[in-house]
T-cell receptor
Framework: GAGVSQSPRYKVAKRGQDVALRCDPI?????LFWYQQALGQGPEFLTY????????KSGLPSDRFFAERPEGSVSTLKIQRTQQEDSAVYLC?????????????FGPGTRLTVL | DQQVKQNSPSLSVQEGRISILNCDYT??????FLWYKKYPAEGPTFLIS?????DKNEDGRFTVFLNKSAKHLSLHIVPSQPGDSAVYFC??????????FGPGTRLSVLP
């Protein structure tokens, strides 16, 4: 497909387990964003990549969260030692270039539930 | 402290009538705003945007109004259709770095 894809769509983890969430952006999109959306809230910014460079990680809630985009396309968000408060939908978005303003195209999200 | 607020968690309107969704922001440096629409189990999709140099932008049934002095924007949908039923997020472009989203308003258009 031509859109942003994310996998898995749903993930259930036991507290303390590590998880990895994948994002495939739209081909050719330079910028990639990760957001966390808690139930009943709007998406909250986690981190941003321009190509393979992570330019902003100010939204990552703790050092348990780590994101990478080694070849400037696919990105992985890893959460170590998951906690119940990590339960949320994790959204990935991509945009053609880093410019203001920029339209971001969102994937369907990964719903993470930590038991 | 929320920088983008949508004070109505939900809104119901009759099909064919106007839907008005409101959004307030606190950061006067924001200069570009977007509305996204989200259906269940899907990611948000872009709807319409407005730059701070304008006070109105129209696209078909959708119009966004911006009142900079009041730090307020609104989305008007006329006429409302059942397929418009979704959660609508107001977002501010944060200096081109990322978007700051409001909590969303769930719109229900009743047939």
């Amino acid at each position: 497909g031509a859109g942003v894809s994310q996998s898995p769509r749903y993930k259930v983890a036991k507290r303390g387990q590590d998880v990895a969430l994948r994002c495939d952006p739209i081909s050719g999109h330079v910028s990639l964003f990760w957001y966390q959306q808690a139930l009943g809230q709007g998406p909250e910014f986690l981190t941003y990549f321009q190509n393979e460079a992570q330019l902003d990680k100010s939204g990552l809630p703790s050092d348990r969260f780590f994101a990478e985009r080694p070849e400037g396309s696919v990105s992985t968000l890893k959460i170590q030692r998951t906690q119940q408060e990590d339960s949320a939908v994790y959204l990935c978005a991509s945009s053609l270039a880093r410019q203001s303003p920029n339209e971001q195209f969102f994937g369907p999200g990964t719903r993470l539930t930590v038991l | 402290d929320q920088q983008v607020k949508q004070n109505s968690p939900s809104l119901s309107v009759q099909e064919g009538r106007i839907s008005i969704l409101n959004c307030d922001y606190t950061n006067s440096m924001f200069d570009y705003f977007l509305w996204y629409k989200k259906y269940p189990a899907e990611g948000p999709t872009f709807l319409i945007s407005i730059s701070s140099i304008k006070d109105k932008n129209e696209d078909g049934r959708f119009t966004v109004f911006l009142n900079k002095s009041a730090k307020h924007l609104s989305l008007h949908i006329v006429p409302s259709q059942p397929g418009d039923s979704a959660v609508y997020f107001c977002a501010a472009d944060n200096y081109g770095q990322n978007f700051v989203f409001g909590p969303g308003t769930r719109l229900s258009v009743l047939p």
